[in-house]
């Protein structure tokens, strides 16, 4: 079956626009994760969805980033006023359930110049 | 503070020289530890999950094991294909997850 699909593959931006990063998880994944990768660094944590329960928010850098899932599936992961810093991969991952294994897209490469 | 610390950073290996990585872990009450395998431009893959010290987990060259305070992954006869990024992620009680910054493995032909 189809795994977890982000778009777009790749965007460059100027210093101070929005952003919009788009996941589609696996269908009756209940969970929702984003990460954020710089170059030759692990995965930073970002924000976490379960459910209908409030996300875990607590690993977003600034007020500048935002996310949201719409009835339980597609997300969109917003940055604002982007800076130069937040250039990086964008990776989404989905699992079944809570502490289960996730299935990663293939990120989205974000430039901001 | 909650830590995961991977080592080595990198690792260049001849063809069937076998080896181990590490995945060393500070974090309260482990509810699982997970391997994944990176390759360029993609999203991780998973690997294995252990649960709990003394477990071990299995498949093709790589073998998984873990204790109280860390995690091997051992690679056996390694081949090119063998090349990659591998990450461990730690999930504990709070739900949190906690990825190390990975070793990039690189197998010599």
């Known amino acids: 079956g189809a795994g977890v699909s982000q778009s777009p593959s790749n965007k460059v931006t100027e210093k101070g626009k929005d952003v919009e990063l788009r996941c589609d998880p696996i269908s009756g994944h209940t969970a929702l994760y984003w990460y954020r990768q710089s170059l030759g660094q692990g995965l930073e944590f970002l924000i976490y969805f379960q459910g209908n329960s409030a996300p875990d928010k607590s690993g977003l850098p600034s007020d500048r980033f935002s996310a949201e899932r719409t009835g339980g599936s597609v997300s969109t992961l917003t940055i604002q006023r982007t800076q130069q810093e937040d250039s990086a991969v964008y990776l989404c991952a989905s699992s079944p359930r809570t502490r289960s294994i996730q299935y990663f897209g293939a990120g989205t490469r974000l430039s901001v110049l | 503070e909650d830590q995961v610390t991977q080592s080595p950073e990198a690792l260049r290996l001849q063809e069937g020289e076998s080896s181990s990585l590490n995945c060393s872990y500070t974090?309260?009450?482990?509810?699982?530890l997970f391997w994944y395998r990176q390759d360029p431009g993609k999203g991780p893959e998973f690997l294995f999950t252990?649960?709990?010290a003394g477990e071990e987990k299995e498949k093709e060259r790589l073998k998984a094991t873990l204790t109280k305070k860390e995690s091997f992954l051992h690679i056996t006869a390694p081949k090119p294909e063998d090349s990659a990024t591998y990450l461990c992620a730690v999930h504990h009680r709070d739900d949190k997850i906690i990825f190390g910054k990975g070793t990039r493995l690189h197998i010599l032909p």
């Open positions: 974090v309260s009450g482990l509810r699982g």
């Open positions: 252990l649960y709990s």
